[in-house]
């Protein structure tokens, strides 16, 4: 799969090749790197008469809020569950629907149902917390004054009971991101040889076989890829969809309340940016870690899945 | 050469230049200051007329949409200030949504930013030094703004001894009122003056709801908010929020309570819940993001509860909502330090003109014609007079349309009784405002700022206990007998009492001195 | 290629239904967009007096012309050059296996895990310093630089996947590495790059936080940022809100429509080895 050593021979060969990733480093060094530095924030407390680099050294008392609280245990299971549960169901659902949309061979169906399923992805969530807001309320609500009395069951005041929102959250998140996210695999599905399914029907393996042999073998990289980026972003949730979704409603927190949504509560009127800054360390580190410790595991069980 | 150690050195040489770079950048004073404030000037003498003027950057918040051409105006503003005090104002307004960040951002880079105004943070500014100590300059550069506002609303902005901003002086006496639909209350056959407090309310909303079954009788303010906290007299909530106290005072004591232990609260949230139980409220009033504006617009709603200085409030809502709309009080203004410092205007700490930046916060406070370019812009174009105090949006404009306007709610930017007043308000209403201002009852913790750095994290968890209980309370949509004790148990488990203890430390100290 | 006949019409119904779905809540916007400016409608009915005129005063508040310049300019100058960037550089590290790979490889995912709140605050300094604040170059410099690490990871597990014989027989044919990349992988990466590109313009298009932060005239953000001007102080204009999400909608559907054939075609036609 790769050159021996040899063909590549001697600098002047090489050369070209390290000018081409030239650029892309540098950026990245410039662009990303450079601006950890701020990080730095997290670790101080913040004089703005002084500077970020001239102010107090506090070492990790920045840190302390998000472990202090009552509430650090529940904020972190919700994130990590949320996150896991959006991984794993949400990459089957956008696998399932790139594989129906594979199926399509007329490119009439095609262009429609690829742009309609991209479209959940461009609306922002104040919008969609307002369209759930339509459907769910109780005075109003489509679901309390039209679906629950036609299966006579009596008005619930979604916003107040806790339970019902994993559900409702999850549902939200595959209505925005499935579409989003098939593309992806329906890029790298295009990608497949069609005269494996030819060879493969000859021999008559039918539709499932073909899935389950041939397209998801393949697909293996991408979701691996796909699997263990989201796995180092599993400490970040998506504010709009914990905060504005849930209206901000209190009675959800033990259910809805994630490591983001709590960083912003409590923040929101100290502006304490050395603690908002710690809690973005904090959740990244956890990820980095995370991300390190499944390629490890991946390293053992399929070696050239690792990413590195 | 060996090719591994080409790439290493590469990676070495990047490596250090980066690191180079974020020294530069990451320092708050570069050499390579592209704007900013001319560093001509020395800042120890009062500038003289020969010299270069200053350019003093003024950051303020407007609700209007951001006008694109500021040049003009700023030239007409500079025609003022340069005479008078060698200062060329170049003007930033920001949106509501902007302003903290944008005020943030401006600081932490060390230049940009001069003079800005407080949200209601004022406590906080002052512990992470982000506006400066004026105590010794403000007699020699802003005495007219200093003897205007008086006093007692310098004490609000007086931090351990130290004055670090002038508040802006505008109505801040604040009574809770009863914000109605005038026609409906008549057709109900109840006489407004009959109102006078919140127990009163309880047999309007039931007369309301007998003649118009669909109708709301009371809306909520805010989401989450009644406003029946706002109609509790005597309480200081010691630099928490109105909306969300923490540790305050009651009345004349000195004693630093929890509020949500208090009988007043308890009193607060059994009224909501029986309201809620008898449909005078919505169902959903815990979450929803509608305002009371909107829905009284829309026709299906009695009243709202919130504050306001003056009496005449009601003039512009109505307006606003299409309906016969009046007010009636359900209690009297009291002034504590956070009623006053909401809005008050700061020198920022990184400022490097700080003696200009003052003479310019003494002028919104003392000179009309500033004033009134800054909020309304350029006579003609942007606004016509009616009367000598009155103006409107020129012919076939309005706040959208014009090329500036920062037309904002009641008087943010220096001195509201000396700009000029939309068409239609009433000058005496201001009068009363002033009077008000003056005369009103008066917390004895008036002065008192409590620096929270010390309970942060305890504040941050408290913070997001409440977030979780207090709108349903507030609104009663659940059972304040259950759950005020698991509120109650929640905040000393999220550390309660030690931000109590600590607050109170804090003003014996301050009493004594 | 005969296709079971029942396969066809589940797999039909199912993406039907799915379809259905996706659209009813922007049903919900649409007719939420046609009720009176100021009220706050519940759902799924038509209003009475449908106000089409909530989609121009909508455009008309958020000053959206200037923004959809702006928009298409940012999108224009991001995507083209990152695309170019990232993949020369995912080529270099994963097809040619240089030396010091895998430590390029570490930078790239650790750049994944970065905090955004935490560079932001740099960012600006940086670009102060620059002199680019508050310009358009403010947000796509570092919008470039952002999606680099998914990028390359992106064009990497592509060139990495590639049969190790093409170029084996291109080099024996005496290419350079220049002509490796040029000539021979780049057309066959054409589906990977084209569905990159989507993506990207997809995520410039909805960028509004770094369009807040770092640049101050409003008229030069990104049309997804003109949404917060519907959000007033203590409410926000729903009806508005709306209209300006389907303005905010049209350019990216528009775009679709129109060069859908290409896209299709580009993605295609990467099965089609030669």
């Not at chain 1, 095609?110 to 309320?137: D, E, H, R, T, W």
């Not at chain 1, 908002?276 to 053992?300: D, P, R, W």
């Not at chain 2, 230049?111 to 007699?139: A, R, Y």
């Not at chain 3, 528009?254 to 290409?262: E, T």
Request: aromatic share 10%.
């Amino acid at each position: 799969m790769t050159f021996s050593r040899t063909a590549l021979g001697s600098l002047k060969k090489t050369l070209p090749l390290i000018l081409m990733a030239l650029p892309g480093l540098i950026y990245l060094v410039i662009n990303n790197y450079i601006p950890m530095s701020g990080i730095i924030i997290a670790f101080k407390k913040m004089d703005y008469s002084k500077g970020i680099l001239a102010s107090d050294w506090i070492g990790f008392d920045n840190f302390q809020f998000l472990f202090s609280t009552p509430d650090a245990w529940i904020m972190t299971r919700n994130t990590i569950l949320y996150n896991l549960a959006f991984i794993a169901i949400g990459t089957i659902c956008a696998l399932a629907l790139a594989l129906g949309m594979n199926e399509i061979k007329e490119r009439f169906f095609a262009k429609y149902f690829q742009g309609v399923f991209l479209l959940p992805n461009l609306i922002s969530m104040v919008v969609i917390s307002y369209v759930a807001f339509a459907f769910l309320n109780t005075d109003t609500g489509f679901i309390n004054r039209t679906v629950l009395p036609t299966l006579g069951l009596s008005e619930t005041n979604y916003y107040t009971r806790a339970q019902d929102w994993p559900i409702i959250l999850l549902i939200v998140y595959l209505w925005k991101n499935t579409g989003y996210a098939s593309i992806i695999y329906l890029a790298s599905m295009s990608g497949i040889d069609p005269t494996l399914y030819e060879v493969a029907r000859i021999d008559g393996a039918n539709k499932w076989d073909q899935i389950r042999l041939i397209t998801l073998p393949l697909l293996r990289p991408t979701i691996v890829i796909l699997t263990m980026l989201a796995v180092g972003r599993i400490m970040f949730s998506d504010f709009g969809l914990f905060y504005q979704v849930t209206m901000n409603s209190g009675a959800l927190y033990s259910t809805t309340q994630t490591i983001d949504t709590y960083v912003y509560r409590g923040l929101m009127q100290l502006g304490n940016i050395g603690m908002s800054s710690a809690a973005g360390v904090y959740q990244s580190l956890v990820g980095f870690v995370l991300v390190l410790t499944t390629n490890y595991l991946v390293k053992k069980i399929s070696p050239e899945d690792a990413l590195f | 050469m060996n090719k591994k150690n080409t790439l290493w050195s590469l990676i070495t040489l990047l490596v250090l230049v980066s690191m180079l770079l974020s020294s530069c950048a990451g320092a708050p004073e570069t050499d390579q200051e592209t704007s900013g404030t001319s560093t001509e000037n020395n800042s120890t003498e009062a500038s003289s007329a020969t010299e270069e003027p200053v350019e003093i950057h003024f950051a303020f918040l407007t609700f209007n949409r951001i006008s694109e051409d500021l040049g003009s105006v700023e030239s007409a503003i500079d025609e003022i200030t340069v005479p008078k005090i060698n200062v060329k104002v170049k003007l930033h307004p920001y949106s509501i949504a902007d302003y903290s960040q944008q005020i943030n951002l401006s600081l932490q880079s060390g230049e940009g930013l001069d003079v800005f105004h407080t949200l209601g943070d004022l406590p906080q500014q002052v512990s992470q030094n982000k506006v400066t100590d004026i105590t010794d300059m403000i007699d020699q550069y802003a005495p007219e703004a200093k003897a205007i506002v008086g006093d007692n609303f310098l004490k609000a902005s007086t931090v351990n001894g130290k004055v670090y901003g002038i508040p802006a002086y505008k109505g801040v006496a604040m009574a809770p009122n009863l914000v109605y639909r005038a026609d409906i209350m008549e057709e109900i056959g109840v006489d407004p003056d009959t109102i006078k407090s919140v127990d009163d309310l309880g047999d309007v909303f039931a007369k309301v709801k007998e003649k118009y079954p669909d109708m709301v009788p009371l809306v909520p303010n805010m989401p989450g908010e009644l406003g029946l906290t706002l109609t509790q007299f005597g309480i200081d909530p010691l630099s928490d929020s109105y909306f969300l106290p923490k540790a305050v005072l009651m009345g004349d004591s000195l004693q630093v309570v929890n509020y949500y232990e208090t009988e007043e609260f308890k009193k607060v949230a059994t009224l909501a819940r029986d309201w809620y139980n008898k449909g005078y409220i919505l169902k959903d009033a815990a979450t929803t993001t509608s305002a009371a504006l909107e829905l009284m617009s829309a026709g299906n709603a009695f009243s709202y509860i919130a504050s306001y200085a003056g009496e005449q409030a009601y003039v512009q809502i109505a307006a606003q909502t299409g309906h016969d709309i009046r007010m009636v009080r359900l209690g009297e203004p009291y002034l504590n330090t956070g009623s006053i410092n909401a809005l008050t205007w700061s020198v920022a700490s990184t400022s490097k003109n700080p003696e200009a930046a003052l003479k310019l916060i003494n002028l919104i406070f003392s000179d009309k014609d500033v004033i009134n370019l800054i909020i309304y812009g350029i006579e003609g174009r942007d606004y016509v007079k009616v009367s000598d105090d009155h103006v409107q949006y020129p012919e076939g404009q309005d706040a959208n349309t014009v090329p500036y306007t920062a037309q904002l709610s009641c008087g943010i930017v220096g001195n509201q009784f000396i700009q000029y007043a939309m068409a239609g308000t009433d000058m005496a209403d201001l009068q009363l405002m002033l009077e008000e201002n003056q005369n009103s009852a008066v917390s004895p913790a008036l002065g008192f700022t409590f620096d929270n750095s010390s309970v942060s994290n305890e504040e941050s968890a408290v913070l997001n206990v409440i977030n979780e209980y207090l709108p349903g309370l507030n609104t009663g949509s659940v059972d304040p007998e259950v759950e005020i004790p698991n509120f109650v148990a929640k905040l000393k488990a999220a550390g309660l009492d030690k931000i109590i203890a600590a607050k109170q430390a804090q003003l014996d100290e301050w009493a004594a001195r | 290629m005969r296709v079971g006949r029942m396969e066809l019409v589940t797999g039909r119904t199912f993406l039907i239904v799915l379809m259905a779905i996706t659209i009813l809540p922007f049903i919900s916007i649409f007719v939420t967009a046609l009720h009176p400016s100021g009220t706050v409608p519940n759902g799924l009915e038509w209003p009475a007096d449908p106000q089409w005129g909530n989609f121009v005063e909508a455009f008309k508040v958020a000053n959206m012309t200037a923004l959809l310049g702006s928009s298409v300019y940012i999108v224009i100058a991001v995507v083209p050059i990152s695309l170019v960037i990232s993949t020369m550089a995912a080529f270099a590290i994963g097809l040619l296996r240089i030396p010091g790979s895998q430590v390029l490889l570490f930078l790239f995912v650790f750049g994944l895990t970065l905090p955004f709140g935490g560079i932001i605050v740099p960012l600006y300094y940086l670009e102060r310093a620059m002199g680019i604040y508050n310009t358009r170059l403010a947000i796509v410099l570092p919008l470039i630089g952002l999606y680099m690490p998914f990028a390359v990871f992106w064009m990497r597990a592509h060139f990495v996947n590639m049969p190790g014989e093409i170029s084996e027989a291109a080099r024996v044919d005496g290419a350079t590495a220049w002509d490796l990349f040029w000539r021979i992988h780049l057309p066959l990466a054409r589906a990977p790059i084209a569905s990159l590109g989507i993506l990207m313009s997809v995520w410039t298009w909805n960028q509004f936080l770094l369009a807040l932060v770092l640049v101050e005239d409003p008229t030069q953000r990104t049309m997804a940022g003109a949404l917060g001007a519907f959000q007033g102080h203590y409410a926000t204009n729903v009806p508005l809100l709306c209209a300006g999400t389907i303005l905010i909608l049209m350019p990216t559907l528009v775009v679709f429509v129109l060069f859908q054939r290409q896209i299709i075609t580009a993605l295609i036609q990467g099965s089609v080895k030669g």
